[in-house]
T-cell receptor
Framework: GAVVSQHPSRVICKSGTSVKIECRSL??????MFWYRQFPKQSLMLMATSNEGSKATYEQGVEKDKFLINHASLTLSTLTVTSAHPEDSSFYIC???????????FGPGTRLTVT | AQSVTQLDSHVSVSEGTPVLLRCNYS??????LFWYVQHPNKGLQLLLK??????LVKGINGFEAEFKKSETSFHLTKPSAHMSDAAEYFC??????????????FGTGTRLTIIP
């Protein structure tokens, strides 16, 4: 149980376009979802925390107008990278908590390449 | 505030020999501690976790870790390395939570290489 999926697994987009990444909890309702960014050979950096039906809480230094997070249901959160630039190229990983245990469950990640 | 220090960015061991990946933490409250493994271009898999119960924690694939409060350490060990253990390992600290909704603080990672 507690499976999290992400779609797409890889995406290439042109500079200036927007791209949406989906994070779904497949077999549980996620009270809280988290979005992380990972640069090559580096650790995960928390970008934002989102709770269903409310605005996401962004970490310091993360532009909320550039990285739009929507948590419209208890099983789906989306991250939209707006007006993407090459420096936004990264590995984006989401995680979700069930609310009934002490773990976060991670998705497989989405590799974004902006050309 | 909380932080994690993984003392080695890269560890190489021969297949069949013991593995030791070091992690020290600091936390202003009682922490939960986790070890995750990440294979190339993959998400994170939980190896084991400490959440204030037994200080010696056993995880999957033969890994274990011991919580030592006096040393603020949570080192990961395995008696005998296998080729499939080659991956990136992250030590993570978070406040104790019953709901999994606390922020995770990640260490910088240790890349484990297994020599045939």
């Amino acid at each position: 149980g507690a499976v999290v999926s992400q779609h797409p697994s890889r995406v290439i987009c042109k500079s200036g376009t927007s791209v949406k990444i989906e994070c779904r909890s497949l077999d549980f309702q996620a009270t809280t979802m988290f979005w992380y960014r990972q640069f090559p050979k580096q650790s995960l950096m928390l970008m934002a925390t989102s709770n269903e039906g409310s605005k996401a809480t962004y970490e310091q230094g993360v532009e909320k107008d550039k990285f739009l997070i929507n948590h419209a249901s208890l099983t789906l959160s989306t991250l939209t990278v707006t007006s993407a630039h090459p420096e936004d190229s990264s590995f984006y990983i989401c995680s979700a908590s069930t609310g009934w245990d002490d773990e976060q469950y991670f998705g497989p990640g989405t590799r974004l390449t902006v050309t | 505030a909380q932080s994690v220090t993984q003392l080695d960015s890269h560890v190489s061991v021969s297949e069949g020999t013991p593995v030791l990946l070091r992690c020290n933490y600091s936390s202003s409250y009682s922490p939960s501690l986790f070890w995750y493994v990440q294979h190339p271009n993959k998400g994170l898999q939980l190896l084991l976790k400490y959440t204030s119960a037994a200080t010696l924690v056993k995880g999957i694939n033969g890994f274990e870790a011991e919580f030592k409060k006096s040393e603020t350490s949570f080192h990961l060990t395995k008696p005998s390395a296998h080729m499939s253990d080659a991956a990136e390992y992250f030590c993570v600290v978070t406040p104790i939570s019953n709901f999994g909704n606390e922020k995770l603080t990640f260490g910088t990672g240790t890349r484990l290489t297994i020599i045939p």
